[in-house]
């Protein structure tokens, strides 16, 4: 699926480029707290050496900051975005996680923040319609 973004949110991902050193894919804002896809592999080169970049950024924006590391599929994608995740099953654009009852409340987050945030990411980089976690 093509993203979409308006002028605020690349001004935003070129200010984020421009400190980490970074590749961002997509990109949201939520409550207050920035969340950005980066490209495979540049995790570490966001955050960098004991967490300097990423400390600088949130310091830069004034919010907290959440990064998501882009995968070359679907299902790396969601381990990345939950590493609670025990067993993904996807079938067409839908996607059920199951979890340990003692990690949903962290996956889902408080009122369901969480899982908007990873549900906005996967249907915009992958189209999918709905992720359910069990």
């Not at 707290?33 to 310091?59: D, H, M, P, Q, T």
């Not at 900051?65 to 939950?82: G, H, L, Q, T, Y």
């Not at 059920?96 to 408080?110: A, N, Q, T």
């Amino acid at each position: 699926m093509k993203v979409t973004l308006d002028t605020e949110s690349i001004k935003t991902i070129n200010l984020f480029q421009n400190l980490t050193g970074s590749h961002v894919l997509d990109f949201m804002s939520e409550d207050g707290e920035l969340y950005f896809v980066v490209s495979k592999g540049e995790y570490g080169l966001v955050v960098g050496k004991n967490g300097s970049k990423i400390k600088n950024a949130e310091r830069v924006f004034k919010k907290p900051i959440m990064i998501f590391e882009n995968a070359p599929d679907m299902e790396s994608f969601v381990r990345n975005i939950i590493p609670e995740a025990q067993d993904i099953n996807i079938t067409g654009k839908e996607i059920s996680v199951r979890v340990k009852p003692s990690d949903r409340p962290k996956v889902i987050g408080k009122g369901g923040k969480k899982i908007k945030i990873i549900n906005h990411f996967l249907k915009r980089l992958y189209d999918v319609e709905s992720l359910k976690v069990k």
